[in-house]
């Protein structure tokens, strides 16, 4: 895969920055320096004045830790909770997956360097319709702290290879949606953060003007009048070594179908793989309404 | 959820002589330069929160790399 750095210094940062950038991004983050930068961040903006200004912010990641309004001490299920359940033939969906990565060489070649997304899959001309993000800061200060092996991503709504867990996206009947395998081989490891989602934003924002002229709101990321949605369906049962953490919460044993829903917005959450197999997991990430029963926070079975 | 801003916003509104920068965020933790404002915090947060919440006091590990030091930390731990 292509390295792909962007070039941050060919962009006017005059609006992002802060009288003092000593320590910026150095863990633990200044809390002073954090109260500034989410005062910047509390600012009226759009949707598309809010991804212009985090997409070229030079001090992403600590944008992202200012972002979070996370108190220890929050329940767990305001963390994480099960939001549907999903029968169906998992165990030839694994099996399929199973092939694909090992056609791949997913496990054997793992590498998240600075790439345009960690993805297996050349999508090819679909590539113009989707617009990766992945911020140098963030990267650069995974990477300082020794984090170089994360995760891959195996295309789903995209291409036409797993009909089947296209069927499972459609379930949850969301807009500008996107789905990927998130697959962590063994020995991968996501440090704890938290999200924006903006590749889906970003998306939205560039087809619907709407979206584009909503109000953004800083407390819950997402445009006034959406819910920004990203649910985790397990493809396989949980195996021991594999760790899933939400703050002080932990996500574990779970079974194939199982769906949890998560405060992406402000639980940092982090991933790492000590176990012996493959953790694939299904990323389901789009826009719903109010009135969407995942907005209204209820539980769903389904059966395919 | 209990969001960090809200939160401060109400015990700016009830705990006397408390000001903004009295009060931070670090890593879902408050955190107070001076000890005597958390101890009232710790006070204040202990009466709203009885019987679902402990309210822990802590010294914070001061980093060469921030701006002003820090006397006194509270997090909040879940009852069972």
């Not at chain 1, 056609?103 to 989707?130: A, K, M, P, S, V």
């Not at chain 1, 702290?145 to 009909?163: A, M, N, R, S």
């Not at chain 1, 063994?186 to 999200?195: K, M």
């Amino acid at each position: 895969m292509q390295k792909y750095k962007r070039n941050l210094d060919a962009i006017d940062h005059s609006q992002s920055k802060y009288e003092n950038q000593e320590g910026m991004h150095t863990h633990p983050y200044d809390p002073q320096l954090l109260d500034e930068v989410r005062e910047d961040f509390f600012k009226p903006r759009t949707c598309k004045e809010f991804l212009e200004w985090v997409d070229t912010h030079p001090h992403y990641d600590t944008v992202a830790e200012a972002s979070s309004q996370y108190i220890r001490g929050t329940n767990q299920d305001e963390a994480f909770w099960n939001c549907a359940e999903i029968d169906t033939d998992w165990k030839s969906i694994m099996h399929k997956v199973s092939g694909y990565a090992t056609e791949n060489r997913i496990d054997e070649d793992f590498n998240t360097d600075y790439t345009e997304e960690w993805r297996i899959h050349d999508l090819g001309d679909t590539q113009e319709t989707f617009v990766p993000f992945r911020h140098n800061s963030e990267l650069d200060n995974q990477r300082k702290h020794g984090f170089e092996k994360q995760y891959q991503l195996i295309e789903v709504t995209l291409t036409d290879i797993f009909p089947e867990l296209k069927a499972v996206e459609n379930l949850f009947d969301m807009q500008w949606v996107k789905t990927d395998i998130n697959y962590q081989p063994t020995s991968g490891a996501f440090p704890r953060h938290v999200d924006f989602l903006t590749t889906q934003l970003k998306m939205a924002v560039e087809y619907d003007p709407e979206i584009a002229n909503a109000k953004y709101n800083p407390l819950t990321k997402q445009p006034e009048g959406w819910h920004l949605k990203r649910v985790l369906v397990a493809c396989d049962n949980w195996y021991p070594g594999q760790m899933f953490g939400f703050e002080e919460h932990n996500w574990s044993n779970w079974t194939a179908g199982e769906t949890i829903d998560f405060s992406w917005q402000h639980c940092r959450h982090f991933t790492a793989n000590s176990g012996y197999n493959a953790r694939p997991l299904l990323k389901i990430t789009g826009l719903v309404r109010d009135d969407h029963w995942l907005a209204q926070r209820e539980f769903k079975r389904f059966k395919l | 959820m209990m969001f960090f801003i809200e939160l401060r916003n109400e015990l700016l509104q009830n705990v006397q002589n408390l000001e903004k920068e009295d009060i931070l965020l670090l890593e879902g933790k408050l955190i107070f330069p001076k000890k005597d404002k958390a101890d009232i915090v710790k006070e204040y947060l202990a009466e709203k929160l009885n019987g679902t919440h402990k309210v822990e006091q802590t010294v914070p590990r001061v980093w060469a790399h921030w701006k002003q030091e820090y006397e006194s930390e509270l997090y909040l731990r879940k009852l069972q």
